[in-house]
Structures are given as C-alpha cells and as structure tokens.
C-alpha cells in the first residue's frame, strides 16, 4: 500500500522562474494538503483541494496556486519564484469524511532558489 | 489569525532524563495533534486529541490537552537517543481541514 508520494524529491530554480511539484496521495485518501516548511520553522499551510477544487487557503500569495486531477494527484504550482521561496515542500493526503483520522505526509520536496 | 506557540525553541537533556514540550493556541480548538519530525524527515502523526482535559498515553509519551482546549502538552519519560527530533503540535478549529502547525520543539539527547 503504497502511501503519499511527492515528485521530484530536490529541485534547483532561479529567481523568476516557475516550478511545478507533484504528489499522489496514499491509497483510499481523496483530499489533498500542501505545507511550505521554512528551515528550522514549523509547516506553514498553503491550501487544500478536494473534489478538484481549492476548499481553504492560507496565508500565500496568488503566485502560489494549485490542481487536484480526478485521480486524486495534486500539483502545487510557484510562478516568479523568489530567494524567499526555498523550503521543503510537503503533501498530505487524507480522506474529506473521515474528520477524526490523520493526514499522511510525503518525504517532501526541497526546493532552493539561487 | 491563529497562532500556536511551543516552548521550549530547544531542549537538550542526557539520556534517562524527562522531557516536556507545551503548545498554546491563541484559539479554542477542536482538536491538537502532535508530530514528529526527524532531521531531514517529514512530520509523522503520533496522536490526536478531541475531549477538553484528555490525557493519552504512548509507552513513554504522554500527551495532554487543557480544559480550555488551548493548550497541550507531551511529556516523554525517561528519553532515549531515538527521542531525538522536532515535536510540532498543530491545531485544528475547524474540521481536519486547515491545519496550523506550532513553532516545534527541537530535542536532543545527549547519550
């Protein structure tokens, strides 16, 4: 049982360029979180999809932006990349109807901006 | 917007000895959990909790959430050098939803 996957696992980018991440949620789940960590800061929350729209957002600007596919997958798109902007990216997946269990995070990727 | 703090920021402590980290919210939640996160890891789940003033057990962890439901605590006895790790404790007020993560509580333990 494969659980959340997220693609590619390091990326390089530089300032003004635009990035593409990826994640497959874990088997069974239909909801799709994605978390900005900061080194040394706790993950921030960027938004949710689910039913292939965007349910709740945090506190991110509209250069941050996002798709959920009928398969469940998620991308989490960053256009006009900032310095600021290099963390480690994390997906976590749940289910939309079971509110009393956890979500699942991936491995993360880690992104820095030269 | 909420806001939820841990402290200590670190905590290094020998071997065998206790370990506790506190997180208050600046809101009333629904519900806290708590996580683990190893360096160079991602966060692993280690415990919800839902009722005002529940206190759960995990072997040597301990968790608590306050009456007022804005605040928790993980208390680990007797730390082990597999103890080593940031703690986050992350805050729901609304459904599984939005999560808000705590600042985290690095621990090293010193063998």
């Known amino acids: 049982d494969a659980g959340v996957t997220q693609s590619p696992t390091h990326l390089i980018k530089t300032r003004g360029q635009q990035v593409t991440l990826r994640c497959s949620p874990k088997s069974g789940h239909d909801t799709v979180s994605w978390y900005q960590q900061a080194l040394g800061q706790g993950p921030q929350f960027i938004f949710q999809y689910y039913e292939e729209e965007e349910r709740q957002r945090g506190n991110f600007p509209d250069r941050f932006s996002g798709h959920q596919f009928p398969n469940y997958s998620s991308e989490l798109n960053v256009n006009a990349l900032l310095l600021g902007d290099s963390a480690l990216y994390l997906c976590?997946?749940?289910?939309?109807?079971?509110?009393?269990?956890?979500?699942?995070f991936g491995d993360g990727t880690r992104l820095s901006i030269l | 917007g909420q806001q939820v703090m841990q402290i200590p920021q670190y905590q290094h402590v020998q071997e065998g000895e206790d370990f506790t980290t506190y997180c208050n919210s600046s809101t009333t939640l629904s519900n806290i959990q708590w996580y683990k996160q190893r360096p160079g890891g991602h966060p692993v789940f280690l415990i919800q909790?839902?009722?005002?003033?529940e206190v759960k057990k995990q072997k040597r962890l301990t968790f608590q959430f306050g009456e007022a439901k804005k605040n928790s605590s993980l208390h680990i006895t007797a730390t082990q050098t597999t103890d080593v790790g940031t703690y986050f404790c992350?805050?729901?007020?609304?459904?599984?939803?939005?999560?808000?993560f705590g600042t985290g509580t690095k621990l090293q333990v010193i063998p």
């Open positions: 992350a805050g729901n007020s609304g459904g599984y939803q939005k999560v808000t």
């Open positions: 976590a997946s749940s289910r939309f109807r079971d509110s009393n269990q956890p979500q699942h």
């Open positions: 909790l839902v009722k005002s003033g």
